[in-house]
């Protein structure tokens, strides 16, 4: 009788086990289905990020999802996911490192160049350089691949226009064209403001700045926890051999100095000047070139998604100054030294025609005027702040170039920004 007892007890004990382990189980499917069923093709990889309410009371987020993968999108993405590479020559990071984004489309020529001048950059070794791709080109990435003098970590873009061939984000069979009446053409899209229809190679330019920007502070383990400046430049931006440091004095000065301003700049506003060579700091409409902010106002931005997105301009900086900008309400100031740490050169040479071989890079290498003390911090703690208010440049009130009008570019704007949080 007593055995008898002692086998129940056992069974009854056995049987609570094995509810308590279901229920566990079944909770646990529970929660990984659930938000795939809310939205099956975004991915949610970083628990913890705050959820922008402005965003979810102007926009139903659950009808947004990212278009259908194709076999190269999908090994992008799993690329993405790979650890930076010289991590074995470079095993620390520098303290307070600024993390450098080097964003990319397909010109190897200026790559090369860019890449030959960050070779050169004092305290490069220090930081992480990440490589955004705007699509999968063999000869940029051999380039990135070359790469010795730091950490690297590349990037691509899984829903660049360039990646789908023949579907969106890329080129649909049935998508509108040029100036086609959608009506009588039965064509899929929507047309801008001057009555054209999309381009995938134009609409790429924004996609990819957008996703890139919330991938680097939202979604890659190396860099959702900086809580310092991240540095941008493009492709075709040389950099100076004190760019770093400069840029490293001018984020400790920018509280003390500037706390009003946004950002720090390598470069003036004005591509084309090369400073103004005063004994002073300089606080003025933030530029293009070189510029750098830190998580804070990234969710400032952030905030903004809708604005961004829905303004009819294919170019991410000119939507900025005249939408993003200007819903601040007061004016976004950038602080950077009177001598400029990097030069923007893609307005010559290949950028406007291939008969034009020698006018910017010849062998290349860049024709740039470059002195000493373009190769050591010069940035003076002691210098006051001059600043300047012009109200050059494009703001509130341009009604953008067009080029982004279509429904399904704007969907997919807001799904990246939408992409890495809960």
């Known amino acids: 009788m007593a055995s008898l007892y002692k086998k129940s007890r056992l069974k009854d004990s056995a049987m609570r086990r094995f509810?308590?382990?279901?229920?566990?189980?079944?909770?646990?499917?529970?929660?990984?289905?659930?938000?795939?069923?809310?939205?099956?093709?975004?991915?949610?990889?970083?628990?913890?990020?705050?959820v922008d309410e402005d965003l979810e009371?102007?926009?139903?987020?659950?009808?947004?999802s990212l278009p259908k993968q194709n076999e190269l999108s999908i090994q992008l993405e799993r690329r993405n996911?790979?650890?930076?590479?010289?991590?074995?020559?470079?095993?620390?990071?520098g303290k307070d490192h600024i993390v450098i984004v080097l964003y990319v489309h397909n010109r190897p020529q200026y790559l090369q160049v860019v890449v030959q001048s960050l070779a050169n950059v004092v305290g490069i070794s220090e930081t992480l350089l990440i490589v955004s791709h705007d699509g999968y080109f063999e000869n940029m990435n051999k380039i990135v691949e070359g790469i010795k003098f730091c950490r690297v970590?590349?990037?691509?873009?899984?829903?660049?226009?360039?990646?789908?061939?023949?579907?969106?984000?890329?080129?649909?069979?049935?998508?509108?064209?040029?100036?086609?009446?959608?009506?009588?053409?039965?064509?899929?899209?929507?047309?801008?403001?001057?009555?054209n229809h999309r381009s995938p190679k134009i609409v790429?330019?924004?996609?990819?700045?957008?996703?890139?920007?919330?991938?680097?502070?939202?979604?890659?383990?190396?860099?959702k926890g900086h809580k310092g400046h991240i540095?941008?430049?493009?492709?075709?931006?040389?950099?100076?051999?004190?760019?770093?440091?400069?840029?490293?004095?001018?984020?400790?000065?920018?509280?003390?100095?500037?706390?009003?301003?946004?950002?720090?700049n390598l470069a003036p506003c004005d591509v084309n000047s090369r400073g103004e060579g005063w004994e002073s700091l300089i606080a003025e409409r933030m530029g293009n070139v070189g510029y750098s902010f830190n998580r804070s106002i990234w969710r400032k931005i952030h905030k903004?998604?809708?604005?961004?997105?829905?303004?009819?301009?294919?170019?991410?900086?000119?939507?900025?100054?005249?939408?993003?900008?200007?819903?601040?309400?007061?004016?976004?100031?950038?602080?950077r030294g009177p001598r400029t740490s990097a030069v923007?050169?893609?307005?010559?040479?290949?950028?406007?025609?291939?008969?034009?071989?020698?006018?910017?890079?010849?062998?290349?290498?860049?024709?740039?005027?470059?002195?000493?003390?373009?190769?050591?911090?010069?940035?003076?703690?002691?210098?006051?702040?001059?600043?300047?208010?012009?109200?050059s440049g494009y703001k509130a009130g341009f009604k953008g170039w067009g080029g982004w009008g279509d429904d399904r570019d704007h969907h997919l704007c807001l799904t990246f920004s939408r992409m890495y949080h809960l």
């Open 231 to 264: 540095l941008f430049i493009e492709e075709d931006h040389f950099i100076f051999p004190n760019a770093y440091r400069n840029l490293q004095i001018l984020t400790a000065l920018k509280p003390q100095k500037c706390p009003e301003c946004y950002a720090v």
């Open 153 to 195: 970590k590349q990037i691509f873009s899984p829903y660049s226009p360039h990646v789908f061939q023949d579907s969106f984000p890329g080129v649909s069979p049935d998508d509108c064209k040029d100036k086609d009446d959608a009506s009588m053409k039965h064509c899929q899209g929507n047309p801008d403001q001057y009555g």
């Open 304 to 335: 903004k998604a809708r604005d961004f997105c829905f303004f009819d301009e294919y170019n991410w900086d000119i939507t900025m100054w005249a939408t993003v900008y200007p819903s601040f309400g007061s004016p976004v100031y950038t602080i």
């Open 344 to 391: 923007h050169f893609g307005k010559c040479g290949l950028h406007h025609s291939q008969r034009k071989k020698g006018a910017c890079i010849a062998n290349g290498v860049l024709d740039t005027a470059m002195e000493e003390m373009d190769k050591v911090a010069n940035i003076n703690e002691k210098w006051e702040v001059h600043i300047d208010q012009r109200k």
């Open 204 to 223: 790429s330019l924004k996609h990819h700045w957008w996703w890139m920007m919330n991938t680097v502070w939202d979604g890659l383990e190396e860099t």
């Open 57 to 64: 009371i102007s926009f139903n987020f659950s009808q947004l």
């Open 81 to 93: 996911l790979l650890p930076p590479r010289n991590i074995d020559s470079y095993p620390h990071l």
């Open 19 to 50: 509810i308590s382990v279901f229920l566990v189980t079944f909770s646990g499917v529970l929660l990984l289905i659930y938000p795939l069923r809310i939205n099956p093709k975004v991915r949610f990889t970083t628990p913890g990020n705050e």
